[in-house]
T-cell receptor
């Protein structure tokens, strides 16, 4: 079972920041937070991951709370192409445990 | 680098038949995983292969099997197809070391009639 809780859906105006929350209150010390997204009818796409520090790449920023029980994925300037299902996944950094996808958040970017 | 490729992209089969799907990972990636995606169950892990060995398996019946070749390409097979096997089958590859950044292919859409 997925170890995360996400809202089922969110809307965001085009050009505004999209802030997608994720709750992972049972996260262990060696577990990372991963974010993937899936645009309709395509394979999931890796976005970003982090342990406890905030992370940023060309796609998004990941803010993890100090107690690590929740995080927020930020798309700074959402476009229509960012409309997708976003998955927050908790997993140990190494080892062979597969990714467990929950239901994710369906983000709709509106013009 | 070329991404993960899957063939065929679409497939229609009849109940009772068997099917083989193919996946070519990103060059240099030695791990290949397979997932099944359906509207009701979402994305579910099938199995993972590394160096031609299956090292992880999800909760699927024995009708679902796979293999990996020495060039890291992988195939999955489903025998005695059932209507419920209709799904999008996704392949993902990753480097062996380090974080679990998986790169997914576009998937094969299987329809069983």
């Amino acid at each position: 079972d997925a170890k995360t809780t996400q809202p089922p859906s969110m809307d965001c105006a085009e050009g505004r920041a999209a802030n997608l929350p994720c709750n992972h209150s049972t996260i262990s010390g060696n577990e990372y937070v991963y974010w993937y997204r899936q645009i309709h009818s395509q394979g999931p796409q890796y976005i970003i991951h982090g342990l406890k520090n905030n992370e940023t790449n060309e796609m998004a920023s990941l803010i993890i709370t100090e107690d690590r029980k929740s995080s927020t994925l930020i798309l700074p300037h959402a476009t229509l192409r960012d409309t997708a299902v976003y998955y927050c996944i908790v997993r140990a950094y190494s080892g062979n445990t597969p990714l467990v996808f929950g239901k994710g958040t369906r983000l709709s970017v509106i013009a | 680098k070329a991404g993960v490729t899957q063939t065929p992209r679409y497939l229609i089969k009849t109940r009772g038949q068997q099917v083989t799907l193919s996946c070519s990972p990103i060059s240099g990636h030695r791990s290949v995983s397979w997932y099944q995606q359906t509207p009701g169950q979402g994305l579910q892990f099938l199995f993972e292969y590394f160096s031609e060995t299956q090292r992880n398996k999800g909760n699927f019946p024995g009708r679902f099997s796979g293999r990996q070749f020495s060039n890291s390409r992988s195939e999955m097979n489903v025998s005695t197809l059932e209507l419920g096997d209709s799904a999008l089958y996704l392949c993902a590859s990753r480097q062996e070391e380090g974080s679990y950044e998986q790169y997914f292919g576009p998937g094969t859409r299987l329809t069983v009639t």
